[in-house]
């Protein structure tokens, strides 16, 4: 009998006997395999869902429940606010956002739909207050909906797409949003009949020719074989857990020690890739670090070893500590003044490396030599009186001088401070959640969505929360409308 | 009949018929492809060897004809010049120069035999002069040997491992050692009898269960079934030449312009992946830019966009060029002065961006704002003047003060000048040439070497010029041998 494994399917014919049948599988409960479950059953599909844990949750679960949404005018909490965010300046953020990665095609259509997308999870059961949380937020720390959640407002988005707040978050009261979300998608899928396997490990794929006709997944310490007669949905996040694989594909996450997720140790990128599919940009990865607790602190400026600036500080937190990581000797300093400076959070393991009642003085305790770290500061308060920011185009209201002392730098390890991280490369997918495979052409049977494919959020320097999500649910549902239709693709 | 795919195997029971039988069927004509026919044929296997052009090159056909070798005490030009070059600090730069990327396997077998392979060149007929050049040189212009060729010299290099010239270059009045080099190794492959067959295209591997037994080159318009008894070894070169495949998995190649290789498609790639092999590190790329042509120009310094300098501008050109890329804007400034100006080469496509009888003058004439680059040449200069660069460890003789006006800004612009750029990501295989699939095993009968596998040059950031024919050369004989062997693996 043929193996099973991970990176090659099983061939149809040595099934020794079906032990489910179904028209579409789904393999993996967090909002991307919820969605794709819920549209599969919608098209009158009998649909299977089997996760490896013992309910469901997945990295979604772990998540702020955060959804980027905008265009069309705006959504109801972007208009109430005063965003009228137009569908080109969405989609062209979308595409600024992906980078040198972005899947044009996949920004273009939810580009579109989003606005349908949000109204579709309103459906669903899925909260929102409907209300505007100005500031600086990681998540909100009450219900509220809206927030900045990316670097629409920093250069050099701003002057790609006009700016409009567009993180969409579940209401639920303080952080952790993620987990009422998955909850509702599940019952919204419980809802319409799909039959739910937990304990259930996907092994290997089932391929009967070209097409992918099932899927053997490992339950009680056995082998089951499911047969799904439409399609396979792959959605089983990416491989932030898996070492041997980031030592492969993206080796620049062992400078952090902080990886989230839940078991994700990219087993549907090997399925995917072993029926032919082909695996992007999988040195890609996010990462951010709490900076911005204190909000006080998102006044800060950060700089490298070298006492150079790197970033326009207003970005987005994790475009911020993605460039941060860029910066060579392993660690950054972020620099505040006496009215800014708060003590950090416990959790983000920041320490103070030196103080001083000038920056002169921050300059030496930090071993830094004379005329770098205080030249940089003394070009970044000249300007900052003026409100500007020549080299970098950082912008009010976080555009102020640090020029009263005492001083602080804070330094930010990328090994001892908190650097949380997860992997962002995964399967080429169709905007229909098609898997393709090295020549562009779709797999039979094959579908995928989520961080085991690589979609909106595609490059770690662009990265936006609620990007994530809003590809995990948005092209979940595409995935499996896709895998229901009778012979799928 | 199954379709003839590079990402796909064609199954052996599908073949009409055999056009050619051999025991090692060698795919591309570059020096991994000659050394790998050597060393089979020296192995007694009978050896085939088809390549798409109309003769031998492949990228090793244009490059310098230089190869990495040191350890065990020195080559006879190291040790001629005083440089006793241990086989542990061989080895550690080698894992140096690899980064993240680093293969540890290949890095010691390649430290403990570079002597032997130095040797074995000799033997095949590479002649070498066995003299020492000193000085900062992109290939020798006279026909010496040893130069110069990585960071070695260099922080953080230096510190790893003691210093030591490792660039041979074959003797071969000025640039282009690299045709000569393959026309040698062309030869000695002849003479044992190895059967050259040109114009010929390979298009697919042929499977037998889960072994590689042959191949299909498409020759004069119609595919052509060859039998490889023991082995198919793949040593088709990179990708950079395959916009699709660069998109896909080295989007940051797109910042530059000058591509260089002989039609590498990556195909050798798409072969190993679809026969089931893994491709690593996909994301690297080498690129250089001539700037230290004239030589005084090893001198300037570095700065980017916002006047902050950004590397040690002693180490190799390439790893200075790399470093460049990395930074905002487009572009970057090599800043000299009187003494070391010289008009740079017209094939560079350099300009000059700004002048000035201060650094001042020259700060303003670019547009920076004023205390950026000032402040950044005033340290540079104070440290310089007493043989120190304690923000980058830049490091005599080329650390010398820039003070003398006037001053000049030369501005490489990644798409307008010249940098040049190859892909260093492919299969990974086993230090001893195998074909390794991603659950880390060897697959039966497949084998490669060069630049369609990640070996010792497999980070940009690290990359020194020699390593990659040292890989090509060295990996390609132990492919070459492996694929030879009774059974093969």
Redesign the interface.
């Known amino acids: 009998m043929a193996e099973i ?4 399917p099983f061939p149809a014919e040595e099934v020794p006997g079906w032990n489910f049948e179904t028209d579409v599988a789904v393999i993996g409960f967090g909002a991307a395999g919820a969605c794709a479950a819920i549209e599969a059953a919608d098209a009158d599909a009998r649909v299977m869902l089997f996760e490896r844990n013992s309910g469901s949750g997945g990295a979604s679960g772990l998540s702020g429940g955060e959804i980027y949404v905008g265009g069309g005018g705006g959504t109801d909490a972007q208009r109430a606010a005063g965003f009228d965010d137009s569908t080109k300046d969405f989609t062209a953020y979308l595409k600024a956002a992906g980078g ?2 972005a899947d044009e095609a996949k920004c273009e259509v939810y580009g579109r739909e989003a606005l349908s997308h949000y109204a579709w999870l309103k459906a669903q059961g899925v909260p929102y207050r409907g209300n505007y949380l100005p500031g600086k937020h990681i998540e909100p720390t009450d219900d509220s909906t809206l927030i900045w959640s990316g670097s629409e407002a920093a250069a050099p988005f701003c002057d790609i797409a006009k700016p409009a707040p567009r993180g969409h978050v579940i209401q639920h009261m303080g952080w952790g949003g993620g987990r009422p979300l998955v909850d509702i998608l599940e019952a919204a899928a419980r809802a319409r009949g799909v039959e739910v396997v937990t304990d259930a490990r996907a092994v290997a794929l089932v391929q009967d020719g070209t097409r992918i006709v099932g899927v053997v997944v490992r339950i009680d310490n056995a082998n089951r074989f499911v047969r799904a007669a439409h399609g396979v949905v792959l959605a089983t996040g990416g491989f932030v857990f898996n070492e ?1 694989m980031r030592r ?2 993206c ?2 996450t ?1 400078k952090l020690n902080d990886p989230i997720g839940d078991k994700d140790d990219g087993a549907g990128i ?1 399925l995917g ?2 029926a ?1 599919g ?1 695996a ?4 890609q990865f996010f990462t951010t670090c709490p900076w911005t607790m204190p909000e006080s602190h998102a006044y800060g400026v950060f700089v490298n070893i ?1 006492g ?2 790197f970033i326009n500080e207003d970005c987005y937190h994790g475009r911020v500590s993605r460039c941060a990581v ?1 910066q060579p000797g392993g660690k950054v300093y972020l620099l505040l003044d006496n009215a800014h400076f708060v003590q950090p959070m416990d959790f983000a393991r920041m320490s103070i490396a030196g103080t001083g009642e000038t920056w002169d003085e921050v300059e030496s305790e930090l071993g830094m ?4 770290l205080s ?1 940089t500061m ?2 970044y308060n ?2 900052a009186r003026d409100g500007r920011d ?3 185009g950082k912008r009010s209201p976080i555009l102020t001088p640090l020029d009263q002392g005492p001083f602080v730098a804070l330094e930010l390890d990328f090994q001892a401070s908190y650097f949380s991280f997860f992997t962002l490369g995964g399967l ?1 997918t169709s905007a229909k959640g098609e898997v393709l ?4 052409m779709a797999i039979p049977g094959l579908f995928a969505a989520g961080r085991c494919t690589s979609g909106l959020p595609a490059w770690g320097h662009g990265y936006s929360s609620g990007l994530s999500l809003a590809d995990c649910t948005f092209f979940g549902r595409y995935a499996g409308r896709s895998a229901a239709a009778p012979g799928g693709n």
Request: contains cysteine; hydrophobic residues 30%; glycine residues 10%.
């Open positions: 494994s991970l990176y090659r040198p990665c041997a492969k594909y080796p620049d062992f090997e890739v072993g032919g082909d992007i940009h999988m040195e070298q150079q600036r860029d030599p004379a005329g770098t030249a003394a070009v000249e300007h020549p080299l970098f080429r495979d090295r020549a562009g």
